[in-house]
Each structure stands twice: as structure tokens, then as C-alpha cells.
């Protein structure tokens, strides 16, 4: 009969572990997941809206327009006239003609801000990158944009500090993991036999040791006694016993509150406690960044890296791009700088791109955060310094 209880309660006892284990690694998950979900929900709230607003526009060919088209003719009419014309005059006219030319003259806003179009404009208005090649036209468009980089921006930097914390604690433990076993290999080398059988008896030693200091609790001592003759105990010691075991055993009793609420599905978790460890997770939100200590050479190269495999993948869509071109693209890409002289001729590879751009960028910020320290270390080094030159030497 106890084999069997003891089976029904271990029967009983793993499906709420498993609970248990699905409802921390939810809530642990949780935060990241709304964080890039939101960001997600509104890069598509953004194209919906831009690709309605600027796609929609009407085309008016102003008299600006149309005095190009004159003079464009004009200077061909006199080329075919006059084909003793320098060709270097002609170049000259026409490059002076083609400055004045906009770019909305020779193409149709739905070719552009399709929806695939306006995605690609939102994610490099957030991430702060702004080619440059896609911009509002309308003023509907151009307020609009500047109220969603607004509160677009905020939000990339919040995935990209959420999302580094990730990437500082991997690489953190990996070096550290690295210099851990570089150490071990080392001392084998360094370490003979005798000395590292001593080390080993020392430390079985000190591990006895701290056994024995181990407190006893009363029950302990009152076994250990059993064999000490001693006077017969009156009712008031019992009682007194019995009251320092009880209170003893008291801690280990769970605390009943009547006040905090069990979910329906596991009684055992309290919701109290739930949505405390869920804020824990967002005030943690920045905090391994802070403690993130790598050399800045593996940052580099690290980021050496990344850029090169991205370069020999990119031109594979994009043909008039080669390695160097395609390297250079990424770079300005993941410091934010965008020029746009280099654009895509398919920008929808490029939105599947967004993820590697998205993690690039926090490769990128997590460097520049060691060099900002290591910048501050210089300083302080250079302000002490010249503090002790400057200081008058006691006699």
C-alpha cells in the first residue's frame, strides 16, 4: 500500500512540475517575446499606413515640369541642327538640366510605396538609418513620419537593449568558459603529480572539516546523548523540548496567506509571486550590458566577422553588388551612418534581412558600450595622472 501512494503521488507530483517548468520559462520568455512583437506590430501598423497615405497621392505636373520638358527638347532640337556642337557643351547642358530635375517627376508613387515598399521605409526610419532613396512626399506624410519615429525609435533602442543583455550574457560565458579552460590547461601543465595529490588531500580536509562544523539541531543532540547518563527529566523539561522542536520545525511549514489568489490551473503558484518575477524580468532590462567585460580586440573582430559572412550572401540577390560593395553596405548599414548611395534593387530579400540587421546592430552597440568604458578608463587614467604631476611634494 505505500509503494503504491508513494506511485500515485509521484504520478501526480510530475505533471505539476512540468507546469511549474512551462509557466517559468513562459514568464522568463515573456518580456523579450512583447518586446519584439510590439516592434513587429508596428513596422506593419506603419506600412499599412504610409502605403495608403503616400501611395494614394495624386501626380500634378507642375510648371516646373514643364519648363524641363521645353528645354529638354530646345537642347535636342538644337543638337540635331547643329551636329558641329561641341559634345562636351552638350553634356554641360544637359547636367545643368538634369540638377534641376525631382525625382517624383518620372516615377509612380504605387511602384513605390507598395506595402512591401512602405516596410522597408518604416524599419530604416526606426532603426535611424534613412537611406535616403525612399522619403514622404505629401505633408500628411511628412508629420506623420516624424510622429512614428517618435515613438518608433524609443522602441528599437528598447529591443536592442533587451536583445544585447541576451547577447553580452553568451559571449560573457563563452570567454569565460574559454579563460576557464585555458587556465585548467595550464596549470595540467604546470602541475605535478605530487603537488596536485597534496592539493587534493587538502582540499578532502577542509571539505571534512566543514561537515563536522556543521550546527546540529536539537533532535541531533538529544540522539547523540542518548548514552550520557543523565538525571530523570521532570514534565517541565519535556515541555520546554517539545516547544524548541516545534519551533524548530516551525520555518518549514509553509506560510498561509490568505490574501494573495491561486491560479485555476496550478493551486501550488501563487499570482502574487508570478507577477513579481515578471517585473523582476523587466527591471533586469539592462543590467548585464552593465556588467559585460570582453576585450574589445574579440568585439571587433567579432563584428569583422558577422559583416563578412553578410557580404558573401548579400550580392547573391543583389547582383550589381560585390564583396567589398556589399561589406561596405553592411557597415554603414550597422552603424546607422546610411548615405544611400548604394541602393537595393530588392528590397523584399532585404526585409528578410531585417533580422540580421536587428542583431548586427546590437553587436555594434555592445562595442562601442566597451569602448565608451574603456574611453572613460583612459580619461580617469590621464586626469590622475596629471593630478599626482601637478600635485607639491611633501617635504
Given at each position: 500500500?505505500?509503494?503504491?501512494?508513494?506511485?500515485?503521488?509521484?504520478?501526480?507530483?510530475?505533471?505539476?512540475?512540468?507546469?511549474?517548468?512551462?509557466?517559468?520559462?513562459?514568464?522568463?520568455?515573456?518580456?523579450?517575446?512583447?518586446?519584439?512583437?510590439?516592434?513587429?506590430?508596428?513596422?506593419?501598423?506603419?506600412?499599412?499606413?504610409?502605403?495608403?497615405?503616400?501611395?494614394?497621392?495624386?501626380?500634378?505636373?507642375?510648371?516646373?515640369?514643364?519648363?524641363?520638358?521645353?528645354?529638354?527638347?530646345?537642347?535636342?532640337?538644337?543638337?540635331?541642327?547643329?551636329?558641329?556642337?561641341?559634345?562636351?557643351?552638350?553634356?554641360?547642358?544637359?547636367?545643368?538640366?538634369?540638377?534641376?530635375?525631382?525625382?517624383?517627376?518620372?516615377?509612380?508613387?504605387?511602384?513605390?510605396?507598395?506595402?512591401?515598399?512602405?516596410?522597408?521605409?518604416?524599419?530604416?526610419?526606426?532603426?535611424?538609418?534613412?537611406?535616403?532613396?525612399?522619403?514622404?512626399?505629401?505633408?500628411?506624410?511628412?508629420?506623420?513620419?516624424?510622429?512614428?519615429?517618435?515613438?518608433?525609435?524609443?522602441?528599437?533602442?528598447?529591443?536592442?537593449?533587451?536583445?544585447?543583455?541576451?547577447?553580452?550574457?553568451?559571449?560573457?560565458?563563452?570567454?569565460?568558459?574559454?579563460?576557464?579552460?585555458?587556465?585548467?590547461?595550464?596549470?595540467?601543465?604546470?602541475?605535478?603529480?605530487?603537488?596536485?595529490?597534496?592539493?587534493?588531500?587538502?582540499?578532502?580536509?577542509?571539505?571534512?572539516?566543514?561537515?563536522?562544523?556543521?550546527?546540529?539541531?536539537?533532535?541531533?543532540?538529544?540522539?547523540?546523548?542518548?548514552?550520557?547518563?543523565?538525571?530523570?527529566?521532570?514534565?517541565?523539561?519535556?515541555?520546554?523540548?517539545?516547544?524548541?522542536?516545534?519551533?524548530?520545525?516551525?520555518?518549514?511549514?509553509?506560510?498561509?496567506?490568505?490574501?494573495?489568489?491561486?491560479?485555476?490551473?496550478?493551486?501550488?503558484?501563487?499570482?502574487?509571486?508570478?507577477?513579481?518575477?515578471?517585473?523582476?524580468?523587466?527591471?533586469?532590462?539592462?543590467?548585464?550590458?552593465?556588467?559585460?567585460?570582453?576585450?574589445?580586440?574579440?568585439?571587433?573582430?567579432?563584428?569583422?566577422?558577422y559583416i563578412s559572412c553578410a557580404a558573401a550572401i548579400l550580392p547573391n540577390w543583389e547582383t550589381r553588388l560585390d564583396f567589398q560593395e556589399a561589406f561596405y553596405f553592411c557597415f554603414i548599414t550597422l552603424t546607422t551612418i546610411g548615405f544611400g548611395d548604394t541602393q537595393l534593387e530588392h528590397p523584399k530579400f532585404f526585409l528578410f534581412f531585417s533580422l540580421y540587421i536587428i542583431i548586427g546592430m546590437e553587436i555594434v552597440f555592445i562595442a562601442f558600450k566597451l569602448g565608451q568604458d574603456r574611453l572613460i578608463g583612459l580619461y580617469k587614467k590621464v586626469i590622475s595622472f596629471c593630478g599626482e604631476k601637478k600635485m607639491p611634494s611633501k617635504k
Amino acid at each position: 500500500k505505500k509503494k503504491k501512494s508513494e506511485l500515485r503521488m509521484a504520478s501526480t507530483s510530475q505533471p505539476l512540475r512540468g507546469k511549474r517548468a512551462c509557466k517559468k520559462i513562459f514568464w522568463a520568455v515573456f518580456p523579450h517575446a512583447c518586446f519584439i512583437l510590439s516592434l513587429v506590430i508596428y513596422a506593419f501598423l506603419g506600412a499599412l499606413m504610409f502605403s495608403h497615405i503616400e501611395g494614394n497621392r495624386k501626380v500634378n505636373l507642375s510648371e516646373e515640369y514643364r519648363k524641363f520638358l521645353q528645354n529638354l527638347w530646345y537642347i535636342s532640337r538644337n543638337l540635331s541642327d547643329n551636329m558641329t556642337e561641341n559634345e562636351e557643351v552638350f553634356k554641360e547642358k544637359i547636367h545643368a538640366l538634369l540638377n534641376t530635375a525631382e525625382r517624383d517627376w518620372f516615377v509612380n508613387p504605387k511602384d513605390i510605396w507598395t506595402f512591401f515598399g512602405s516596410l522597408f521605409f518604416c524599419c530604416t526610419v526606426f532603426t535611424t538609418v534613412g537611406y535616403g532613396n525612399t522619403y514622404p512626399v505629401t505633408r500628411i506624410g511628412k508629420y506623420l513620419c516624424m510622429l512614428y519615429a517618435l515613438f518608433g525609435i524609443p522602441l528599437m533602442f528598447l529591443v536592442l537593449t533587451d536583445m544585447g543583455d541576451i547577447l553580452a550574457t553568451v559571449l560573457s560565458k563563452s570567454y569565460n568558459e574559454f579563460r576557464k579552460l585555458q587556465s585548467k590547461i595550464l596549470a595540467s601543465k604546470l602541475c605535478s603529480g605530487s603537488t596536485c595529490n597534496e592539493g587534493d588531500e587538502l582540499k578532502s580536509r577542509a571539505q571534512s572539516k566543514v561537515v563536522i562544523s556543521e550546527p546540529l539541531t536539537i533532535m541531533e543532540v538529544l540522539k547523540s546523548q542518548a548514552g550520557v547518563k543523565r538525571k530523570p527529566i521532570k514534565y517541565r523539561n519535556a515541555e520546554i523540548f517539545e516547544m524548541l522542536i516545534a519551533r524548530e520545525n516551525e520555518p518549514t511549514k509553509p506560510a498561509r496567506n490568505k490574501s494573495i489568489e491561486r491560479w485555476s490551473s496550478c493551486p501550488e503558484l501563487a499570482r502574487g509571486k508570478t507577477m513579481s518575477r515578471v517585473i523582476e524580468n523587466f527591471d533586469k532590462i539592462g543590467k548585464q550590458l552593465e556588467k559585460f567585460d570582453v576585450p574589445i580586440v574579440l568585439m571587433v573582430l567579432v563584428i569583422f566577422v558577422y559583416i563578412s559572412c553578410a557580404a558573401a550572401i548579400l550580392p547573391n540577390w543583389e547582383t550589381r553588388l560585390d564583396f567589398q560593395e556589399a561589406f561596405y553596405f553592411c557597415f554603414i548599414t550597422l552603424t546607422t551612418i546610411g548615405f544611400g548611395d548604394t541602393q537595393l534593387e530588392h528590397p523584399k530579400f532585404f526585409l528578410f534581412f531585417s533580422l540580421y540587421i536587428i542583431i548586427g546592430m546590437e553587436i555594434v552597440f555592445i562595442a562601442f558600450k566597451l569602448g565608451q568604458d574603456r574611453l572613460i578608463g583612459l580619461y580617469k587614467k590621464v586626469i590622475s595622472f596629471c593630478g599626482e604631476k601637478k600635485m607639491p611634494s611633501k617635504k
